[in-house]
């Protein structure tokens, strides 16, 4: 693994990493935020999980998560969201919402996807291992967050790992993908037509027989283009009631789905997930 | 004028304008983050200038300023960095140095560069006034500030107009055009070989017969490439020495030229705008 980059920022070190990843089977880069309080020990980690199109840079250079990150000294995660490279398949039509930049944190079964897309063994084995060995974390102090599929990705990870993570949270998540065309389209080709692999990778589904209830705040602008066709927090919202998850979901009006809603309210997911680790 | 995006950020309004600009005969985009309380009043107004290479949109996506924004009530008026479009011409070689994304901030009195290569006139008339038009701000409360060649831009432009501006700050400045090798490529293009009408585009030369002196705030990281050979904050600081001029010049250990810079210090240039505003 190299370091290929690296900036101080608030105090702290914003960093970029490239290795070659086993389970993606292709070269990837991801970045870390290492706050102040790092130098003089390890620090509680939070991993964020980017949305469709992003790469690890979208979150790092936009969302002004560093002050906020060095305020309560947590670092922070950015991993890529797809694998990438010459030899990975993308969408045949290349759309945006699927293939390159849209990996759904999934491990794809079906060809030509199931080779290079693991999304998710990426996210919960092969990147905390490398970011245990070159950062000084405490893995025992875990949160995670994400926006948009990312948000999905955060939900879903947290719920499939109990006794991994502190708190959840997300910016404008997509919270089941059984009921969405975004996610039709996504866990069709990824995991094929068995609708109970998709229910594996769902909130909604996953939230109603978890035995774990994590602290979990949610933020979804009422602008939102997505909102009433692919994100659906009522999903999430009634799931959480039946189950009596404790979620906490904040319709915030006149907020859309970029980057300028996550910055308004980054500051409250880190405080919120410091509160818990 | 046409408003080409709108997104709510930090309880305010991040927006964008594209325009046909008469001093620069081609069509130009800025962007304005309106804070809160602009829905009750005028508030006042920063200018912000930015560097080689950018947009109007790299300082409105990447300071993170709206934060402190819309803490103190100020809005913030980012601009292009030069003439855009098919008939304006560029570096022959496309160097990143000079012609598009590099305007300097000057009138160019030489060809080809006379005809669009106007954004002195730009930033001092024609930008404030659709800015008055469009937005409610105070202009009798207007500060400046930007990075690098904007950095060059804010203190020659507040030196140059005096009464107009109540503080003035930059981070990395190119400090002395007169003195740099991209000044001497940019004003020796725009303005030709008399280096008398560069002096009367540099800050130190400047700052060492102005009489209004404004509060003045320089942040410079010394671990920025270009501390030696381009930006040479030394010169600012012995002009402004010489002069009695009032700047407070902070080196900031670590940092380097980039945003990761700004971010981490802007809402201190905020701040000290909003104490003389």
Redesign the interface.
């Known amino acids: 693994m190299e370091k290929i980059a690296e ?5 702290g070190r ?1 960093l970029r990493y490239q290795h070659r990843s086993a389970v993606l089977d292709c070269d990837m880069t991801f970045s870390v935020y290492l706050p102040p309080q790092a130098a003089q020990g390890k620090v509680p980690v939070l991993y964020w999980l980017s949305g469709l199109t992003c790469t690890d840079e979208n979150f790092v ?2 969302a ?1 998560a ?2 906020y990150a060095a305020e309560h000294g947590i670092a922070v995660v950015a991993p890529d969201t797809s694998p990438r490279g010459g030899d990975v398949p993308d969408d045949p039509q290349g759309a945006w919402d699927f293939g390159l930049g849209a990996g759904f944190y999934v491990n794809a079964t079906e060809d030509p996807w199931a080779k290079h897309y693991h999304m998710y063994d990426y996210v919960v084995s092969e990147l905390p291992s490398l970011v245990a060995d070159a950062c000084p974390v405490d893995a025992s102090r875990t949160a995670i967050s994400g926006h948009s599929m990312g948000g999905h990705g955060a939900f879903t990870i947290a719920l499939k790992n109990p006794g991994r993570f502190r708190s959840v949270s997300a910016f404008s998540p997509i919270c089941s993908p059984l009921a969405c065309p975004w996610g039709e389209k996504a866990l069709g080709n990824y995991l094929g037509d068995d609708r109970d692999a998709w229910a594996a990778h769902d909130s909604c589904a996953l939230m109603r027989t978890a035995e774990e209830k994590l602290p979990a705040l949610v933020d979804q ?1 009422d ?1 939102d283009n997505f909102l009433q066709e692919q994100l659906k927090p009522q999903l999430l919202a009634q799931a959480a009631s039946s189950a009596g998850y404790p979620l906490e979901l904040r319709m915030q009006p ?3 789905h ?4 996550i ?2 309210f980054i ?1 409250d997911h880190i405080a919120f997930h410091a509160a818990h680790l």
């Not at 900036?7 to 105090?11: D, H, L």
Request: include cysteine.
């Open positions: 900036n101080r920022c608030f105090g914003q250079t936009k002004g560093q002050r602008g602008a006149g907020y859309d970029s980057y300028f809603f910055a308004s500051g």
